[in-house]
Antibody
Framework: EVQLVESGGGLVQPGGSLRLSCAAS????????MSWVRQAPGKGLEWVSV???????YYTDSVKGRFTISRDNSKNTLYLQMNSLRAEDTAVYYC???????????WGQGTLVTVSS | SSELTQDPTVSVALGQTVRITCQGD??????ANWYQQKLGQAPILVMY???NRPSGIPDRFSGSSSGNTASLTITGAQAEDEADYYC???????????FGGGTKLTVL
């Protein structure tokens, strides 16, 4: 059974940093694409970033230059380093993956990031 | 364009058929995927690609696509189908992904 478990969320001041983690079991992070999707309170889903098996990474425009997606193959874990956080980054962050590109079959339970002073 | 457009709300009578649509230029080149999300829960993939249902998804869910519009059809809607539904796909560049704004389905 595939399981994705996020951690690392919390309250951070504007301009601060957080690193989210997503521990995977039941499949290999390095062999699949892995993505981060966020959902602001009461809002819809927003794609944030993806890392492909080959290592290529892509970001939505609003986080480019501030967020970095990476993975640790030895720990089978996905990360999202978030710097220069803004109030508008407040959201539940989900890590997600699948077999068919962009079809996200596996989701974590989400971790809440709150950016506020 | 990197946007996918969905109707914000749709309603259907119990047992009837409902179609939820998703429009965007990128859908001329890429298939849409569909997710169901209930309050406080992570999304669930209910349809992907041309018309593929993940295991465990009832066969009352089906998908189709024409031009710049993708559709998710629920034939014989059940009370448990009441949820928010999101489409997603790649954008026109193929490298970025995008979600539609979501459709809140009410089963009357």
């Amino acid at each position: 059974e595939v399981q994705l478990v996020e951690s690392g969320g919390g309250l951070v001041q504007p301009g601060g940093s957080l690193r989210l983690s997503c521990a995977a079991s039941g499949f290999t992070v390095s062999s699949n694409y892995m993505s981060w999707v966020r959902q602001a309170p009461g809002k819809g889903l927003e794609w944030v970033s993806v890392i492909y098996a080959g290592g290529d990474t892509y970001y939505t425009d609003s986080v480019k230059g501030r967020f970095t997606i990476s993975r640790d193959n030895s720990k089978n874990t996905l990360y999202l380093q978030m710097n220069s956080l803004r109030a508008e980054d407040t959201a539940v962050y989900y890590c997600a993956s699948g077999i068919v590109v962009s079809a996200l079959k596996y989701w974590g339970q989400g971790t809440l990031v709150t950016v506020s002073s | 364009s990197s946007e996918l457009t969905q109707d914000p709300t749709v309603s259907v009578a119990l047992g009837q058929t409902v179609r939820i649509t998703c429009q965007g230029d990128s859908l001329r080149n890429y298939y849409a995927n569909w997710y169901q999300q209930k309050l406080g829960q992570a999304p669930i993939l209910v349809m992907y690609g041309r018309n593929n249902r993940p295991s465990g998804i009832p066969d009352r869910f089906s998908g189709s696509s024409s031009g710049n519009t993708a559709s998710l059809t629920i034939t014989g809607a059940q009370a448990e189908d009441e949820a928010d539904y999101y489409c997603n796909s790649r954008d026109s560049s193929g490298n970025h992904w995008v979600f539609g704004g979501g459709t809140k389905l009410t089963v009357l």
